[in-house]
């Protein structure tokens, strides 16, 4: 079933858009705005250290945009790195010279990722005052960063991640936990590289940029506590179904049995800082340029999208349908753009992710509504376990599904929506972006 010529323009449009948004996170940009050597000294983002105080200059970090990020460091920093180790998600890595990279799983840590972690906390060691530690963090840092908690393994981890993913809980929940079950997170790299100085350089992939919450606050104070995890199990229903040990350390550190997470007040914070380069907001302001330069009247409805992704999207297409039918909350040919993470509660065994099956659940809204596309995507080309970083569809989209004989509803039912798009040849595919800022939905209404 062929589309329309207005329809074709109106996805090759959205692909453009999305690109766009893209570009204005390419960690390479971001870094080389934040870092520089100034004459003697070195500037990171409005501070100045003077390089005469820098005795060691270590490199570490984890995430799916940390190997990009290391590149364009060693494009600044060069021989001045003394050494070097980041965890990246597998098939990211890129070539470098100074810093040691390991590829490991995500979302579901897996042992590389914990050998990895294990060799930055070795470097960390027996650090002093004159050593400058250069953390690195983007989005996915939080699972490329195991380092079980004494008494708890790797197996542990992972089934804490997989409840954790399939429940429907926010990022911000899940990293919660995450740093009450690790001994680098919520703070505890920087303590321990205390009393080196930690400077760390983030790409957010959370709404909001929270410090503590990107890549699990290595860095920053944990504002979570462990009786705020125990609420989450219990919100989230999992006190049946968490590890054992899991829910033992949990328990025991609410009875004040275990020490908390490092809070504000704690010395090695004095000696460290955490600086947001990039973020979801960077990216929607390119989506809109390149949107407003296309003919598109554009409207940024937030930067902030959550909540379960099939009720975002009845959103979303209520508001592209009232554009068609009132020109509220303006007028035709007009862009909307989203930015966000939401989230999927699995009821089903299919294949698929949180941007796949909001297009999924937009196309069943739009089922005739001609003149609307939506693209739904991840800014780190990966949308769940998938290859695909998301999907496009519109009001053609269910009737071509039903002409090959696919029950849409039945699809989504099943969380199956990569086998869904799939058929349709709707799969918006860009390979590994070595970023990542959270999603883009851009709907275009023509």
């Known amino acids: ?49 003077p390089l005469s105080r820098i005795s060691r200059l270590l490199v570490v970090g984890a995430g799916k945009a940390t190997a990009a990020m290391a590149v364009a460091v060693e494009e600044i920093l060069g021989d001045r790195i003394s050494g070097g180790a980041i965890n990246t998600k597998y ?39 004159e050593t400058l530690v250069l953390c690195l963090f983007s989005g996915g840092g939080s ?20 409840q954790l993913l399939a429940c429907g809980a926010t990022i911000d ?11 680098i997170k919520g703070g505890l790299l920087a303590r321990h590289a205390y009393p080196a100085r930690t400077v ?24 979570t506590t462990f009786a705020y995890c125990m609420e989450l199990v219990d919100r989230y229903g999992l006190r049946q179904s968490l590890p054992a040990p899991v829910l033992q350390r949990l328990e025991a550190g609410v009875k004040g049995e275990i020490p908390e997470t490092p809070k504000k007040n704690d010395p090695c914070f ?33 930067s902030r999208i959550q909540g379960e992704a099939r009720e975002v999207a009845a959103v979303q297409a209520a508001i592209a349908q009232e554009v068609c039918t009132a020109g509220r909350p303006l007028s035709s040919p007009a862009c909307i753009i989203c930015g966000g993470e ?12 949180r941007n796949q099956e909001l297009a999924l659940a937009a196309a069943l809204h739009l089922d005739g509504w001609e003149q609307i596309t939506l693209l739904s995507g991840g800014t780190d080309g990966t949308d769940g376990p998938t290859d695909a970083a998301g999907a496009i569809c519109d009001g053609h989209t269910v009737p071509r599904a039903r002409k090959l004989g696919l029950t ?4 989504l039912a099943r969380n199956d929506s990569y086998s869904f798009f799939q058929a349709l040849d709707d799969l918006v595919i860009t390979g590994a972006t070595n970023t990542n800022v959270m999603d883009l939905q851009i709907a275009l209404i023509s």
């Open 1 to 49: 079933m062929p589309l329309p010529e207005d329809a074709l323009l109106r996805r090759t449009h959205a692909r453009e858009i999305f690109a766009a948004g893209l570009q204005a996170a390419d960690p390479r940009h971001c870094i080389h705005r934040a870092l520089a050597i100034e004459e003697d000294h070195l500037r990171v983002v409005d501070a100045l250290y």
């Open 91 to 129: 098939e990211h890595s890129l070539p470098l010279e100074h810093i040691q990279t390991v590829e490991c799983a995500h979302p579901v840590p897996d042992q590389a990722g914990v050998d990895g972690t294990d060799g930055i906390l070795s470097l960390l060691r027996d650090l002093d005052e």
């Open 143 to 162: 699972a490329l960063l195991p380092a079980p908690a004494d008494g708890l393994t790797l197996a542990d981890k992972q089934a804490t991640t997989q």
């Open 173 to 183: 929940e899940v990293n919660a936990v995450r740093k009450h079950l690790s001994r």
């Open 200 to 223: 760390a350089l983030a790409l957010s992939d959370v709404i909001g940029d929270p410090l503590d919450t990107i890549a699990s606050g290595p860095t920053h104070p944990d504002s």
């Open 270 to 302: 004095s000696r460290a800082t955490t600086h947001v380069i990039g973020n979801n907001s960077l990216s929607i302001a390119a989506a809109e340029k390149t949107a407003s330069d296309l003919g598109y009247r554009t409207l940024v409805l937030s």
């Open 342 to 353: 939401t989230t999927v509660t699995l009821n089903g065994e299919g294949k698929g992710g």
């Open 408 to 411: 849409p509803a039945d699809y």
